[in-house]
């Protein structure tokens, strides 16, 4: 039996830094995950490297690039006479750059003297965790500590079982062998919208099915019905209030009945992509067995710290309470290292920004007026359309806006909204702002680069007061 300080369950963007975090800190540390490549190669990363954040963001990249060849390349004067599309070799580099990663997580392992175990990881007891490795042996380490990073996995509905050929995941997703000429989305939060615009724009006629009457209503509504329209106008079939009755699937094709403001409905698709939510990957953990309490959904209950009913374990990113988000997995990971070490480090998780990697990109941090009109807080607004943006002008992006919220009295940013080009770069800006305890006066009076698309978070500050200069 192998002792350690610090043993981590799960090599996804949690648990991987969190174990590399406890290695700096001087603590030895051994860190547990499943995840193979095609190939049968232990590929640490987690769902976001394997089948998430990297290859859906790679085939974002290609996808936008096809696009702009067929359709916004001749504006520039650039003339491209036959194009045509080479899916096998766009899914290969996307292969290649999860590789690249998943290899380069396992090097920052040896450089920072983490011990890897390729397998899967099931709690024994308090300090003890039984590892089944891929190689079909069987291993106990103890740890003085034990973090559990296990992440989730694509839910399914009830009668629309994944059948991975008809009706598919959002890891199937992200390697049809070819593009499907129909292709039905049911949900329609980020990983909809996403992979729907990745086969939209190489010939797929998407029809994406949203439940909900209110199109992505955690999203500052003056952003989210103008990406609504921007993404009807890319060619995404967007219907609202779409309430699944029935679906049949046949060797060829699914066929969805659903309810909406005009009656029933049917549509025919090749295959049915179901990305109504996540859930936790808790089970075969064993959790319970020692004590551990999880709520009715699955999710393990933890505190302000992820201290879960346990003290000496804890658990982060996807199997606990809040987003299900990359980076906020990875924060919690390097502060959970950081107190088992003896520092006292806070995740701020009103700080904390949302992307979706659509074209033009959409980005939030803090509160919508949605939010604000809810909880009776007294705010002012201050907008600027990328239209009036000389650097999206030149990139042939206006789409979009940014969008500044602020506390009526003090003039504390409350909340930073951006649609448009680069908005998951131009976020950052806002987040720091709001770590510092920035007013939009503080933002207005810095200068930006011209032409930048940052420019526009300036004008957005400045029109807080009514001053913009450029709109």
């Known amino acids: ?21 406890c290695a700096q800190l001087g603590l030895r540390a051994v860190c547990i995950d499943q995840w193979v490549d095609a190939q049968g190669k232990a590929a640490p990363g987690g769902t976001c490297l394997n089948v998430g954040c990297i290859p859906s963001k790679a085939m974002l990249d290609s996808s936008e690039r096809f696009h702009a060849a067929g359709h916004q390349f001749a ?30 997580v396992a090097t920052l392992f040896m450089k920072n003297k983490v011990t890897f ?7 024994v007891s308090s300090n003890q965790i039984e590892v ?18 296990t992440g989730s996995v694509p839910a399914a509905l009830p009668d629309m079982e994944f059948d991975h050929e008809r009706i598919v995941d959002s890891t199937d997703a992200l390697a049809f062998d070819s593009v499907p000429k129909r292709l039905g989305i049911i949900g329609g939060g980020v990983i909809a919208l996403e992979l729907g615009s990745v086969w939209q724009r190489l010939g797929a006629k998407v029809t994406i099915l949203q439940r909900r009457e209110v199109f992505l209503p955690n ?84 505190d302000d710290h992820c201290v879960t009913s346990i003290e000496n374990i804890y658990a982060i ?33 009103s700080a904390i920004p949302f992307v979706m ?25 201050g907008s600027f359309p990328f239209k009036a943006s000389g650097r999206a002008r030149a990139i042939g992006h206006p789409e979009g806006m940014v ?54 978070v300036h004008e957005a500050a400045m029109m807080v007061d009514g001053r913009a200069i450029h709109f």
């Open 1 to 21: 039996m192998q002792k350690f300080d610090v043993a981590v369950i799960g090599a996804g963007p949690g648990g991987y830094v969190a174990a590399i975090r």
């Open 132 to 149: 089944r490795t891929n190689d079909g042996t069987t291993d106990v380490v103890e740890a003085e500590h034990i973090i559990i990073a």
């Open 75 to 104: 504006a520039h004067g650039i003339d491209i006479k036959t194009l045509s599309l080479n899916l096998p070799q766009m899914l290969a580099r996307k292969d290649d750059v999860v590789r690249s990663l998943t290899s380069g």
């Open 403 to 456: 969008k500044i919220i602020v506390d009526a009295q003090t003039d504390l940013i409350l909340g930073v909204h951006i649609l448009g080009p680069n908005a998951s770069e131009l976020i950052s800006e806002a987040v720091l702002a709001m770590e510092f305890g920035a007013s939009a006066e503080d933002l207005a009076r810095t200068v930006h680069a011209h032409p930048t698309l940052s420019e526009a």
């Open 117 to 123: 175990k390729a397998g899967t990881g099931r709690l």
């Open 219 to 302: 999203v500052d509504q003056d952003l989210a019905k103008a990406a609504f329209k921007i993404f009807g106008d890319q060619g995404l079939d967007l219907r609202l209030g779409a309430k699944v009755q029935d679906v049949k699937v046949s060797p060829k094709q699914v066929t969805v009945t659903y309810q909406d403001a005009g009656g029933e409905q049917k549509l025919t698709v090749e295959k049915l992509l179901v990305a109504a939510g996540r859930r936790p990957v808790t089970t075969g953990l064993n959790a319970e067995a020692i004590g551990i309490k999880l709520d009715d959904q699955g999710f393990i209950e933890v």
């Open 317 to 349: 990113g996807d199997v606990v309470r809040g987003p299900m988000l990359a980076h906020k997995a990875s924060e919690e990971g390097v502060a959970v290292a950081e107190r088992i070490a003896g520092q006292l480090p806070e995740v701020n998780y």
């Open 357 to 381: 990697y659509t074209w033009p990109e959409l980005a939030w941090v803090g509160k919508t007026e949605q939010d604000l009109r809810r909880d009776r807080v007294d705010y002012r607004t």
